[in-house]
């Protein structure tokens, strides 16, 4: 079956732009978390969704901002983006496996945002 | 807030010889613990999944132990290859550590 899917896999923008990222979960799969990856900070949570709903949020500044559509598919939002936004942005998908929810965690390719 | 830490950050060994990764982590109330292996640039791929009632897991070369009440994880990689060249990171609760870097030469 089909992994999670993001895209765009590489994109470049200037500062003070937006930026919108796509995630499509493993099909059944409800939950769908976002995470920042750079060279100093590491895998840094930013949020989660489960059915539409935003269920744990991390410590980033409000520019970042997400949402989850009833197909479970997910965007996040960058907005006003800085120098510092450049990173690699990854995308989870949890779900049933053999009817119970083992909380395990795939990921997709990831976005890679390099902002100028 | 939960706290993962991984040791060492980084690890070079000769092919053949057996890896073992150390994960830590500060709240034992755990629903399961995760380790995961990154190539450069690419996306995280699961190696193994512990549920929270579970000691250990095995994968074919691949061992990972729990014990939730230290709050610790190990993970063993039996004779390794240098196609496990790679960072591996370990996750809990939507927490991740920082990841040990392994090199094994051939």
């Known amino acids: 079956k089909a992994g999670v899917t993001q895209t765009p896999r590489y994109l470049i923008k200037t500062r003070g732009q937006q930026v919108t990222l796509s995630c499509s979960p493993i099909s059944g799969h409800r939950s769908v978390s976002w995470y920042q990856q750079t060279p100093g900070q590491g895998l840094q949570f930013l949020f989660e969704y489960f059915s539409e709903t935003q269920r744990n949020k991390g410590n980033f500044p409000g520019r970042f901002s997400g949402r989850q559509f009833s197909n479970s598919r997910s965007e996040m939002n960058v907005s006003t983006l800085e120098l510092g936004d450049s990173a690699l942005y990854l995308c989870a998908s949890s779900g049933l496996a053999g009817g119970a929810n083992t909380g395990e965690l795939f990921f997709g390719e990831g976005s890679r945002l390099t902002v100028l | ?106």
């Open chain 2, 1 to 106: 807030k939960q706290e993962v830490t991984q040791i060492p950050a980084a690890l070079s060994v000769p092919e053949g010889e057996n890896l073992v990764l150390n994960c830590s982590f500060t709240d034992s109330a755990i629903y399961n613990l995760q380790w995961f292996r990154q190539d450069p640039g690419k996306g995280l791929t699961s190696l193994l999944l512990i549920q929270s009632s579970q000691r250990e897991q095995t994968s074919g070369r691949l061992n990972a132990s729990l014990d939730k009440s230290s709050g610790r994880s190990t993970l063993y990689i039996a004779a390794s290859q240098p196609g496990d060249s790679a960072t591996y990171l370990c996750a809990v609760k939507l927490s991740f550590g920082a990841g040990t870097t392994v090199t094994v030469r051939a």
